[in-house]
């Protein structure tokens, strides 16, 4: 289809977010098939789904990326962007909210309030987002949208406000009443034919509509009172109400459909047009100028805004841009400032996007949002703007990744595309890193296992680089408890010079001041020259360390005496030397293996406390306090490094998805002692393999 060009009145953008499985990709796909936005009706659990559109997303019947659609309906253009309600791709529902003006919550009408809507209005209030509810599958076997509706109003308040009434549930859901205009719809035949509203409803539309001028009143003093004084609140007036009740996010109204069957899509879609903000309603935009000064850029400025909320990449058309307009033009073919990056940026071929399917663009205006191909420095959450204004967006907020595993080529082709393909990959994953761990290993840090194994999929399919994950080494230290004495002898006879080093050393502990090396040496038993040798072979082998393979920290090394031989000594002889009485004295002075302690801090509903704590127990955690914020109990813990590798998919599973954690060291400790011993024992194994 090829879009109209549009005033910004007639223009409104839509998130959809919620719990995965509420049907949000259904409803987004009914509506553009219906407009003509796709050329056929796909299904999600045929893997035919237009939006999603990734093999991942096929093979696994649910999306994983944010996907848009643009369409139009009457004089309007609406672009509807379909989120994942997945906890492990919460990146890709932030990018929706960043990319729309409003929000349309959709919950499974046969179930309760569940994690992933809680998350969704979580982000929709944290960004101020107009919204609307629909409770979806009111057809869905044990449906009830009247309970599901309660259920809204509990969680969320009374701001929740019905604006349809469901006829029947389950099997017998057939329409809804218009509590508005108290008019009630039958679905017949592909189409919704009024109706009278049912005789056994006729308590519940009394009810639910008092609901609805409760809330709706909020927004107009002048009607509030009116409310109070229990005088008649005309149809004009709820309406005018709830049109700027939503905008201004005093109330959220509540809509009931079925996507599969069509029951309640168009008057969606007439709620979206009717309530549902415009740009110009949404604006002005808070951005800072190129002197870092705070400035608001309405929509309809002349002025180029745009926000990049997505990138993807594709090793065929290379990085996939989405873009935001909130004000000015911008049009194919131009240049553009990424005040981000500090540089120019061409931009090639605009496109609107309809799922998978790209419609060619000329141009994108305010409030518009599309795509473009192959940019050179642009990224996620980049600016978009003019050099001589060199606005900038406030970046978006995602969550830091907590769940880590360690990743290793299969074969030595793929160590070849390993590197190039995570650095392509990780363009499309802002809530993914790689980094390099103190044990050398490649550390792939995620959401959750779901969002690993897309990422390590995709690394393949799209880059031909497989990767295998493992639990990753914790970075162990050793250190020493007690005071020795040390003898280390290096002797080697060859036919020419020999190699001769000869040293007593003397170990202490040395607490939270590193490796220390000194020197006592009386009567020049050991030349000074061969000092800087022995210090190399103390603080090698320390860095090597000596129980299980992990740095030596913590000590003092003091020379104290030794020998030499005038023709066979040289550095490299004392630097073997002491290595060799490092090693010795280490044995002999209560050495001990110290582990990683992490502080957590760790958020969770009221009711998920006690299994929690006991579940830190378990992981020879340390409760150290417990706070308030935000709803939310706070947990505050010291827990073992090697404890946590798994804690965020364990942590979701306790919490029904509701609870999140933080970690960073704090400190080491010892490692009790029947725990060091097979770390200890397995480093000796891998040493040496033939039990030698």
Same mark, same amino acid.
């Given at each position: 289809?090829?879009?109209?060009?549009?005033?910004?009145?007639?223009?409104?953008?839509?998130?959809? @977010?919620?719990?995965?499985?509420?049907?949000?990709?259904?409803?987004?796909?009914?509506?553009?098939?219906?407009?003509?936005?796709?050329?056929?009706?796909?299904?999600?659990?045929?893997?035919?789904? !237009?939006?999603?559109?990734?093999?991942?997303?096929?093979?696994?019947?649910?999306?994983?990326?944010?996907?848009?659609?643009?369409?139009?309906?009457?004089?309007?253009?609406?672009?509807?962007?379909?989120?994942?309600?997945?906890?492990?791709?919460?990146?890709?529902?932030?990018?929706?909210?960043?990319?729309?003006?409003?929000?349309?919550?959709?919950?499974?009408?046969?179930?309760?309030?569940?994690?992933?809507?809680?998350?969704?209005?979580?982000?929709?209030?944290?960004?101020?987002?107009?919204?609307?509810?629909?409770?979806?599958?009111?057809?869905?076997?044990?449906?009830?949208?009247?309970? @599901?509706?309660?259920?809204?109003r509990a969680s969320f308040g009374n701001k929740i406000a019905p604006l349809h009434l469901a006829i029947g549930a389950a099997d017998t859901f057939s329409g809804y009443v218009d509590l508005v205009h108290r008019k009630a719809y039958r679905f017949e035949g592909?189409?919704?034919?009024?109706?009278?509203?049912?005789?056994?409803?006729?308590?519940?539309?009394?009810?639910?509509?008092?609901?609805?001028?409760?809330? @709706?009143?909020?927004?107009?003093?002048?009607?509030?009172?009116?409310?109070?004084?229990?005088?008649?609140?005309?149809?004009?007036?709820?309406?005018?109400?709830?049109?700027?009740?939503?905008?201004?996010?005093?109330?959220?109204?509540?809509?009931?459909?079925?996507?599969?069957?069509?029951?309640?899509?168009?008057?969606?879609?007439?709620?979206?047009? *009717?309530?549902?903000?415009?740009?110009?309603?949404?604006?002005?935009?808070?951005?800072?100028?190129?002197?870092?000064?705070?400035?608001?850029?309405?929509?309809?400025?002349?002025?180029?805004?745009?926000?990049?909320?997505?990138?993807?990449?594709?090793?065929?058309?290379?990085?996939?841009?989405?873009?935001?307009?909130?004000?000015?033009?911008?049009?194919?073919?131009?240049?553009?400032?990424?005040?981000?990056?500090?540089?120019?940026?061409?931009?090639?071929?605009?496109?609107?996007?309809h799922g998978k399917e790209q419609e060619p663009a000329a141009e994108l205006r305010a409030g518009e949002i599309g795509a473009v191909a192959k940019l050179g420095i642009t990224e996620t959450g980049d600016t978009l703007t003019t050099r001589d204004a060199a606005?900038?967006?406030?970046?978006?907020?995602?969550?830091?990744?907590?769940?880590?595993?360690?990743?290793?080529?299969?074969?030595?082709?793929?160590?070849?595309?390993?590197?190039?393909?995570?650095?392509?990959?990780?363009?499309?994953?802002?809530?993914? *890193?790689?980094?390099?761990?103190?044990?050398?290993?490649?550390?792939?840090?995620?959401?959750?296992?779901?969002?690993?194994?897309?990422?390590?999929?995709?690394?393949?399919?799209?880059?031909?680089?497989?990767?295998?994950?493992?639990?990753?080494?914790?970075?162990?230290?050793?250190?020493?408890?007690?005071?020795?004495?040390?003898?280390? *002898?290096?002797?080697?006879?060859?036919?020419? !010079?020999?190699?001769?080093?000869?040293?007593?050393?003397?170990?202490?502990?040395?607490?939270?001041?590193?490796?220390?090396?000194?020197?006592?040496?009386?009567?020049?038993?050991?030349?000074?020259?061969?000092?800087?040798?022995?210090?190399?072979?103390?603080?090698?082998?320390?860095?090597?360390?000596?129980?299980?393979?992990?740095?030596?920290?913590?000590?003092?090394?003091?020379?104290?005496?030794?020998?030499?031989?005038?023709?066979?000594?040289?550095?490299?002889?004392?630097?073997?030397?002491?290595?060799?009485?490092?090693?010795?004295?280490?044995?002999?002075?209560?050495?001990?293996?110290?582990?990683?302690?992490?502080?957590?801090?760790?958020?969770?509903?009221?009711?998920?406390?006690?299994?929690?704590?006991?579940?830190?127990?378990?992981?020879?955690?340390?409760?150290?306090?417990?706070?308030?914020?935000?709803?939310?109990?706070?947990?505050?813990?010291?827990?073992?490094?090697?404890?946590?590798?798994?804690?965020?998919?364990?942590?979701?599973?306790?919490?029904?998805?509701?609870g999140t954690f933080s970690a960073v060291l704090d400190h080491y400790e010892d490692v009790p002692s029947q725990l060091a011993d097979k770390i200890i024992d397995a480093h000796r194994k891998d040493s040496h393999p033939d039990g030698h």
């Amino acid at each position: 289809m090829t879009l109209k060009s549009h005033d910004l009145a007639h223009i409104r953008s839509v998130v959809l @977010a919620g719990h995965a499985g509420s049907g949000k990709t259904t409803l987004a796909e009914q509506v553009l098939f219906r407009a003509g936005a796709i050329p056929r009706l796909g299904r999600v659990d045929d893997g035919t789904a !237009h939006l999603d559109y990734e093999p991942e997303e096929q093979k696994q019947h649910r999306s994983l990326s944010l996907a848009v659609g643009t369409f139009e309906r009457g004089e309007h253009e609406i672009t509807l962007v379909d989120t994942p309600g997945y906890p492990d791709f919460v990146a890709e529902m932030l990018q929706g909210f960043h990319a729309a003006d409003a929000a349309l919550f959709v919950m499974d009408a046969s179930g309760g309030v569940e994690s992933g809507l809680e998350a969704a209005v979580k982000a929709g209030r944290a960004t101020r987002t107009a919204a609307c509810f629909v409770l979806n599958k009111c057809d869905r076997e044990n449906a009830n949208p009247s309970a @599901a509706l309660d259920a809204l109003r509990a969680s969320f308040g009374n701001k929740i406000a019905p604006l349809h009434l469901a006829i029947g549930a389950a099997d017998t859901f057939s329409g809804y009443v218009d509590l508005v205009h108290r008019k009630a719809y039958r679905f017949e035949g592909g189409s919704e034919v009024e109706m009278p509203i049912p005789a056994e409803l006729a308590d519940e539309v009394a009810m639910r509509r008092d609901q609805l001028l409760e809330a @709706a009143a909020e927004a107009d003093d002048a009607v509030f009172e009116k409310y109070l004084s229990e005088e008649e609140i005309s149809d004009a007036e709820l309406d005018a109400c709830l049109h700027k009740g939503v905008r201004e996010s005093v109330l959220a109204p509540v809509l009931v459909a079925s996507a599969t069957k069509g029951i309640g899509l168009n008057a969606l879609l007439d709620a979206i047009v *009717r309530y549902l903000p415009s740009p110009e309603e949404e604006g002005p935009y808070a951005a800072a100028d190129k002197a870092g000064k705070d400035v608001e850029i309405p929509a309809d400025s002349p002025q180029v805004l745009v926000r990049v909320f997505k990138t993807a990449a594709d090793p065929f058309v290379g990085r996939l841009t989405y873009l935001r307009v909130l004000s000015g033009t911008i049009r194919s073919q131009g240049t553009v400032f990424n005040s981000t990056k500090g540089e120019d940026e061409r931009i090639g071929q605009l496109l609107y996007l309809h799922g998978k399917e790209q419609e060619p663009a000329a141009e994108l205006r305010a409030g518009e949002i599309g795509a473009v191909a192959k940019l050179g420095i642009t990224e996620t959450g980049d600016t978009l703007t003019t050099r001589d204004a060199a606005l900038r967006l406030p970046p978006i907020d995602f969550p830091e990744p907590t769940l880590q595993v360690a990743i290793d080529p299969v074969s030595k082709g793929d160590l070849d595309k390993m590197g190039p393909a995570l650095t392509r990959m990780l363009e499309e994953e802002p809530t993914a *890193r790689v980094e390099r761990s103190e044990t050398g290993e490649q550390i792939l840090r995620a959401i959750g296992e779901a969002q690993i194994a897309v990422i390590t999929e995709r690394l393949k399919r799209k880059f031909g680089a497989a990767i295998m994950t493992r639990t990753p080494t914790v970075p162990y230290r050793e250190t020493i408890r007690g005071t020795t004495k040390a003898h280390g *002898r290096y002797k080697k006879q060859t036919g020419g !010079h020999g190699m001769f080093g000869d040293v007593w050393i003397e170990l202490e502990p040395n607490p939270a001041a590193g490796v220390e090396f000194a020197e006592k040496v009386v009567g020049g038993s050991v030349p000074k020259g061969f000092f800087p040798g022995i210090e190399k072979g103390i603080r090698e082998t320390a860095a090597e360390g000596v129980l299980a393979g992990f740095p030596l920290i913590d000590f003092r090394a003091t020379l104290y005496d030794g020998s030499f031989h005038p023709v066979d000594s040289n550095e490299l002889s004392f630097k073997i030397a002491a290595s060799m009485a490092l090693k010795e004295g280490v044995l002999q002075a209560k050495p001990v293996l110290l582990e990683p302690i992490m502080a957590i801090e760790v958020h969770v509903p009221e009711q998920y406390m006690g299994e929690v704590n006991r579940d830190l127990n378990g992981r020879r955690g340390r409760v150290l306090g417990m706070d308030l914020a935000d709803g939310m109990q706070i947990i505050n813990a010291h827990v073992p490094q090697s404890e946590l590798f798994s804690y965020a998919t364990e942590l979701r599973s306790l919490t029904g998805g509701r609870g999140t954690f933080s970690a960073v060291l704090d400190h080491y400790e010892d490692v009790p002692s029947q725990l060091a011993d097979k770390i200890i024992d397995a480093h000796r194994k891998d040493s040496h393999p033939d039990g030698h």
